[in-house]
């Protein structure tokens, strides 16, 4: 992902997700992942720890 002016925001996309998904009800469905499934099922595990402590993401 670029970012304007080719500077790094000052917080990670996973901090900002996070911050974002955790202001409101949210249903992440992570759909059609078969190519991209290691980094998929890693980015599910670490919004779980961060939003919902204790939760785990719902596998099938």
Same mark, same amino acid.
């Given at each position: ?13 996973l901090? !900002?997700l996070?911050?974002?998904l955790?202001?409101? $009800? ?5 759909d059609? =992942?078969e190519h991209?499934?290691?980094?998929? !099922?890693s ?6 720890? $961060? ?6 993401? =719902?596998?099938?």
């Amino acid at each position: 992902m670029g970012y304007p002016g080719g500077l790094a925001p000052s917080i990670s996309q996973l901090e !900002a997700l996070s911050r974002v998904l955790s202001t409101q $009800r949210t249903l992440l469905v992570l759909d059609n =992942c078969e190519h991209l499934l290691h980094a998929c !099922a890693s980015l599910a595990d670490r919004l779980a720890v $961060r939003l919902f402590p204790g939760a785990r993401p =719902c596998t099938r």
